[in-house]
């Protein structure tokens, strides 16, 4: 009988012990980043080949520069503000006017942090296609914040 009481008394004291040593498994969540999640070409005083070909370009180009705004976004804190609501999103065009050099112009920015728009302001900026047009062309796009 002491045998019993002692291995129950032993057993009540390891028991809180023991689960203290359970450590909870860290929830894995993606990684944020803005995407490109649209471009289409806006107005265009070119002709259509030169335009059609621009946007073709700047599309390229656009996707090409996702890696560098998401290494500058890797320290950026890009979780929702929980007052916030809604989709995080930055719009703006790209116009070349008889340069193969777009002048970058942000249109509307919602929810978006000041640091993700400096990141893909900095990746934006001199972005250049290897058409001139005769004209100026107008490249619209836009970025969400997402995972």
Known sequence: MKHLALALLMLCFAAPASADIVMPMPI??????????????GSASAPTADASRVEREARAVLARSQARITRCLSGVDLRRDPLRSGARTLRGRLV??????????????????????RCVEEALSGLAVRTSPRGSVEVRFSYRIGS
Do not use: E, Y
């Open 28 to 41: 894995a969540r993606p990684a944020l980043t803005a995407r490109l999640v649209s471009v289409q070409l």
């Open 96 to 117: 070349f006017n008889r340069s193969a050099r777009g002048r970058l112009q942000i249109d509307h920015t919602r929810g978006f942090p000041r640091a993700a728009r």
